[in-house]
């Protein structure tokens, strides 16, 4: 079941510059969907519309299973954001921060002192958060989005200026939320980020989704499209022999061949063989997950 | 009703440190000290044999707020409210709680009322204090002897506060559609010191000129007003009126604009 689903969205700023285009999404509840794109390709923007700072002028927005324009901003209760760096007033301290989020949420101050102590940041007091550091800030974003136990976490790019460990931090919160039943969207523009933690992925580019399905689908179509670099005695001659296939030549000696499956390649070697050619290296390229998603935007 | 209450409350957690409350201060102590300055140095004026010193004494002490001081504490105090808010990037949060738009504008806007009520309070109750220390200081003044008409001074200060909600809904719209504050404060200040030359013109157009309404309202003696042609309809005047009609215009407008706000 979908506890989030987008329905042939589209968006424009202006006539002339559209940014969502026939966008569909679904977010299975219980999942850690993972909303891919290079940066401008309507991540943001898709996540402001779930989240009704924006209007689609066409399409519809669900969230729950119903229409947003007809629960907003009730289902807001249920949903926790994160959207780019999180928004913090800077000349107050984390508990003043949450505090005035517990007043939205209308959540009682008991539960502050414990979301502080899940972001680790229980220890700051009465220290400004304008003097924290952007991996406590991001913490203290996250913080403001769960202080109200939402169902859904929206995050938009949450690791962005976070370190090495920061980012594994990140990680395990997520991974206990996603265990605790909650579902989680997030979106980066790394996909090596996200793959770790994420079992749905969505992959959107220049405002249209090119890809939606589980991460196992992903890998499987990896599987699909794999790269080998041969070094032989002629390239020119042997690219000659294999004309049919998606090759390219890469030097005097070296050429790469892409195969739709690994079946192809004792096929390839025995035709170069047959035609006399030397093979001295058969180089199968690393094809792992960012550069599909590399591969998938740029097609 | 309840969670209006508390998203008032999350406005005013917003204020606690800010610059705003140093500016709260500020105003309460310049007023403060004019006051009992000027009455010290008036003491003549105020010691007359059958006039109750209390008069001069509270006009000498909304005057000196009202004219000089109202308009550009409130157009400082509602542009860094807002501020604080995009300053933050405060508001994409904001609008994903459980609150409608409109919800959270009047949360604000009520905010703003209360900073200002709250310093008036103060600078009202500094004012007692002060005639006393003048009591002690001078006791020819003999405030002691008298009685202060509270209705008096209060409706001094809500005439005040009813001729200023045209600069409030002016300054909270421009608050709103600005993302700094240099351009809707620049606007108000320099709109301020217009309203002071526009109210003092004792000219029929100031009635047209929300920023010079706390000026004319009531007869502050700092100005001639009686060809302005203010006319009284029961308790509020024309004046307040205007003031009126502004404020509701431009906060039913601000009020529009913010909901098909992109954020």
Known sequence: MSIIQLENISFAYTPKEVVLSDVSINVPKGSIYGFLGVNGAGKSTTLRLILGLMKAKKGQVSVFGEDINKTYPKYLSKVGSLIESASLYEHLSAYDNLKIASKYFNVPNSDIIKILETVKLEHTGKKKTKDFSTGMKQRLGLALSLLHDPEILILDEPTNGLDPNGIIELRNILKQLSDDGKTIMLSSHILAEVEKIVDQLGIINNGQIVFEGSLQKLQDLKKKNIEVHFRVSDSTMAMKHLSTLRNQKLNEFKFSIKLDSSEELPVIIKRLVEKGIDIYEVIPQSSDLEKMFLNITKS | ?263
């Open chain 2, 1 to 263: 009703m309840m969670s209006f209450i508390r998203s008032i409350s999350a406005e005013l957690i917003k204020l606690k440190y800010a610059p705003i409350i140093w500016l709260c201060l500020f105003v309460v102590v310049i007023v403060t000290v004019i006051v009992f300055t000027a009455s010290y140095m008036d003491q003549a004026n105020i010691v007359q044999l059958g006039r109750n010193p209390w008069i001069r004494h509270s006009t000498a002490g909304s005057a000196i707020f009202g004219v000089f001081m109202l308009v550009p504490f409130a157009v400082m105090l509602i542009s860094t409210v807002v501020f604080i808010e995009n300053h933050s990037k405060g508001w994409k949060y904001t609008y994903s709680t459980p609150r409608t738009r409109t919800h959270v504008f009047y949360a604000k806007l009520i905010a703003i009322f209360i900073v200002l009520l709250a310093v008036a309070i103060i600078i009202f109750g500094l004012n007692i204090l002060t005639a006393f220390i003048l009591e002690f200081l001078l006791p020819e003044i003999e405030f002691r002897y008298n009685s202060m008409n509270l209705n008096v001074v209060l409706g001094m200060y809500l005439h005040l506060f009813v001729s200023l909600l045209g600069v409030i809904g002016i300054q909270y719209f421009l608050s709103l559609r600005f993302k700094g504050f240099l351009v809707p404060m620049s606007f108000g200040i320099i709109a301020f010191i217009v309203g002071v030359i526009v109210g003092s013109l004792n000219k029929p157009f100031a009635l047209y000129y929300p920023y010079s309404y706390p000026n004319i309202v009531k007869d502050h003696h700092m100005f001639l007003i009686d060809k302005i042609g203010i006319e009284q309809y029961g308790f509020f005047n024309n004046v307040e009126i205007n003031s009126i009609i502004v404020f509701m215009v431009f906060i039913a407008l601000a009020n529009f604009l913010e909901l098909r706000k992109r954020i």
